[in-house]
């Protein structure tokens, strides 16, 4: 009897959920008087799309690069970090960790003219790989604490085993603990890749040209490429273009995803 209500309740968030991107999808072939599509159905909305300006295909490359090299900086320094703080102990262990923690409280916008300066002195402004690295530092406090709670919850005796085995400390984490912890990883992963792909302020901050940009920073300029009209149809291309990789990869890790977030309740 209680399992009538809640399915309800699941199924009307659902919904919810759900409507925006239908009707944006809906939207994006239907016609519209203004758009590339005017008195059929049809795909003449991400034609308009795929020709602006570098063409769709450079800047789902470019969002590609930025997100998968998003995901391997905060994957790779969060291991580490998390690793660190949670099999060893060391003077200051608890203060260094809330300070990377209250990194979370400062609004990352205030942060991206200083950062801004600073790739510019280091030769990485508008590239890349310097909004990668950027993206990667506004993920690694979460990334960092999701990483030492799923470290903290695998059994101390496997890594033990592993170093009185002859093991290290950084061939135990390789071999033993890495495997140990992958639902935790691939929430990290998800989240940075999520994150990357779909930013469009420190972009917009970052990358001045336009053949570099990313598809968040591409479909928000198209909205006013003639006068400032907005082409809505292919602004709604856009946007299911954008969101289609996105539920991809959550339907395709959604089961790691939940277990990563439970790893720090099943701790012990």
């Known amino acids: 009897m209680l399992r009538t209500p809640s399915r309800v309740l699941t199924g009307a968030l659902a919904l919810l959920f759900l409507f925006p991107l ?11 008087a203004g758009t590339a599509q005017v008195h059929t159905w049809g795909f003449g909305n991400y034609q308009t799309l795929a020709n602006y300006q570098a063409g769709i295909t450079q800047y789902l490359l470019n969002s590609t690069a930025v997100s998968l090299m998003t995901v391997a900086f905060t994957l790779i320094v969060s291991g580490l970090g998390g690793y660190a703080f949670a099999m060893f102990t060391f003077p200051g262990r608890n203060a260094l960790f809330l300070v990377t923690l209250a990194i979370l409280m400062v609004p990352y916008a205030t942060l991206l003219i ?35 709670i799923s470290f903290e919850s695998v059994p101390a005796e496997l890594r033990e085993s592993a170093l009185v085995d002859g ?6 984490l390789l071999r ?7 639902p935790g990883l691939v929430t990290v992963g998800m989240f940075a890749f999520l994150a990357a792909w779909n930013d469009f302020i420190t972009p917009l901050v970052l990358i001045s040209d336009s053949e570099k940009a990313p598809l968040p920073l591409a479909v928000a300029n198209m909205r006013q490429q003639v006068m400032g009209i907005v082409d809505y149809g292919a602004t709604e291309a856009g946007v299911v273009v954008l969101a289609l990789p996105c539920i991809v990869l959550f339907l395709a890790l959604q089961r790691h995803y939940v277990r990563g977030f439970m790893s720090g309740a099943l701790k012990g």
């Open 114 to 148: 200083p950062l801004y300066v600073l790739l510019n002195d280091l030769g990485l402004q508008n590239s890349l790989v310097g909004l990668s690295l950027v993206l990667t530092m506004f993920q690694l406090p979460f990334a960092v604490f999701m990483m030492r």
């Open 22 to 32: 239908v009707w944006a999808a809906v939207a994006s072939v239907s016609p519209q």
């Open 167 to 172: 093991c290290g400390n950084f061939r135990a």
């Open 176 to 182: 033993i603990l890495l495997p140990a912890v992958r």
